[in-house]
């Protein structure tokens, strides 16, 4: 079956710099994808990586090396407002169309 | 605006009674998902439907039921037989090309009292 398996919680300080890594157990590979979600809020789509490599939006960067399972999302600059949770999620590799699985997530706790 | 509306924000009913959550998308997207969420949990799927009047079980719909008669509308009732039904519920779609890019509602909070 499916699986990813990605940290519970990290903390970190404003201005620094936070790596969450994900590992990925799947029968099929479609790409990695990363989520935003704040306390009560829906999920926001931050990044999907289907190749090896990394891809940058602004502050935020996603790796992905498909050799190792492996992928991350990088936050620079750390702001209060990036105090969240961050999901990993691939696409199943059973089904012909869109269905998506997800991590745990990873609490991000940003202190001044 | 184009977006995903789910109504209400916040449900309360009596154990026993079917509740059904609303879920509308305008953005023309053939996909449609629902999940739940416990507290500091990830999402686990219960239904999800690639195209109108056809619509497939995820990880745990037992207790649970989908319709998909028009594209924009994909509502999910949470049934008697579901035997934890408090949790937070969303909504997604996407469109066919980019199944990897959803786009959430902003939730229906349920609590079962």
């Known amino acids: ?77 750390l702001q209060m407002k990036d105090s969240a949770s961050y ?8 089904n012909q169309g869109g269905k998506l699985i997800f991590g745990q997530g990873t609490e991000l706790s940003v202190k001044p | 605006d184009g977006g995903i509306t789910q109504s209400p924000k916040y449900l309360f009913r009596k154990e026993g009674q079917n509740v059904t959550l609303s879920c509308e998308q305008n953005l023309n997207h053939d996909a449609m998902y629902w999940y739940r969420q416990d507290p500091g949990q990830g999402l ?10 056809d619509f497939q079980k995820g990880d745990i ?23 934890n039904p408090t949790a937070f519920y969303l909504c997604a779609s996407t469109p066919a090309a980019a199944y990897n890019e959803q786009f959430f509602g902003p939730g229906t909070r349920l609590t079962v009292l």
């Open chain 2, 61 to 83: 719909a037992e207790g649970y039921s989908v319709s998909r008669e028009k594209k924009e509308s994909f509502p999910l009732t949470v049934t008697s037989a579901q035997k």
């Open chain 2, 44 to 53: 686990r799927l219960i239904y999800y439907s690639q195209i109108v009047n």
């Open chain 1, 1 to 77: 079956g499916q699986s990813l398996e990605q940290p519970s919680e990290v903390t970190a300080v404003e201005g620094a710099i936070v790596q969450i890594n994900c590992t990925y157990q799947t029968s099929g590979f479609y790409g990695l994808s990363w989520y935003q979600q704040h306390d009560g809020g829906a999920p926001t789509f931050l990044s999907y990586n289907a190749l090896d490599g990394l891809e940058e939006t602004g502050r935020f960067s996603s790796f992905l090396s498909r050799s190792d399972s492996y992928g991350y999302l990088l936050l620079q600059e």
């Open chain 1, 87 to 94: 999901f990993c999620a691939v696409r199943d590799g059973g």
